[in-house]
């Protein structure tokens, strides 16, 4: 059976939510880790404002949070230049030391490959493929990954046809579960920006430095400030320099 027809079984066996438009990502990124037999898939949109839409697994789900924090990664980087990031983890360390950092502290991945996404969704996100090895980026099938790229990319675009054409995809996966998470961060920019009059980039590099000072994640941080357990004085307090 080839990689198209394996990753087609593999969605079918996820049957339970399968008319569940908000569980699609999830779905997508389970069914292609498992026809890839690769530890873990992650599904990002960063055209204007990175946010993850769907993981194979929770671990997926926090590599794609610790880039987030970071500010950058393999994720990023494909999706600017739109070329697949092969990042073994000697290229992983020396490109993105930070993001590696926090990668090998806290899963158990040490290699990253990160595919434009395709078609439609071009431009707009990537599928992002983690590996336990240092070396996986040599030791698994690219072109087989490449082929569900397109099928992926396919699936999604198919369910945002209706979207703004200049945003396409993003209105529709906005409301997904990983994509909510990712709503408070842009709540806390907001916050920021008003209260302490910055610009929204300064805003996001102030509280990924918290973030990043405190070991915790940008969003936890942002949750913080969203509900009233952080306050604008205690950011600024708190903040490495």
Do not use: K, N
């Amino acid at each position: 059976m080839d990689i198209a027809g394996r990753f087609m079984v593999e969605l079918a066996q996820l049957g339970p939510g399968a008319t569940d438009p908000g569980l699609l990502p999830d779905r997508l990124a389970t069914a292609t880790a498992r026809a890839l037999r690769v530890d873990a898939v992650g599904l990002t949109l960063a055209a204007q404002q990175p946010t993850s839409i769907g993981a194979s697994d929770e671990t997926a789900a926090l590599a794609e949070q610790l880039q987030f924090t970071v500010g950058s990664g393999p994720c990023l980087a494909t999706v600017d230049s739109q070329v697949p990031i092969f990042a073994v983890e000697s290229y992983l360390q020396r490109r993105w030391p930070f993001y590696h950092d926090l990668l090998r502290a806290q899963t158990p991945f040490r290699s990253v490959v990160a595919f434009p996404l395709s078609g439609g969704l071009s431009g707009t996100g990537a599928m992002v493929v983690y590996l336990a090895s240092p070396a996986g980026p040599l030791e698994f099938d690219a072109l087989d990954a490449q082929s569900l790229v397109f099928l992926v990319s396919e699936e999604l675009a198919a369910s945002t046809v209706w979207a703004q054409r200049h945003q396409p995809g993003l209105q529709h996966w906005i409301d997904v579960p990983a994509a909510r998470v990712r709503t408070e961060v842009w709540q806390a920019v907001g916050i920021v920006t008003a209260g302490l009059g910055l610009s929204g980039a300064d805003a996001l590099a102030l509280l990924r430095a918290r973030a990043y000072g405190s070991s915790r994640l940008v969003d936890e941080v942002a949750h913080d400030l969203v509900t009233r357990r952080l306050s604008l004085d205690d950011l600024l307090a708190d903040t490495p320099r």
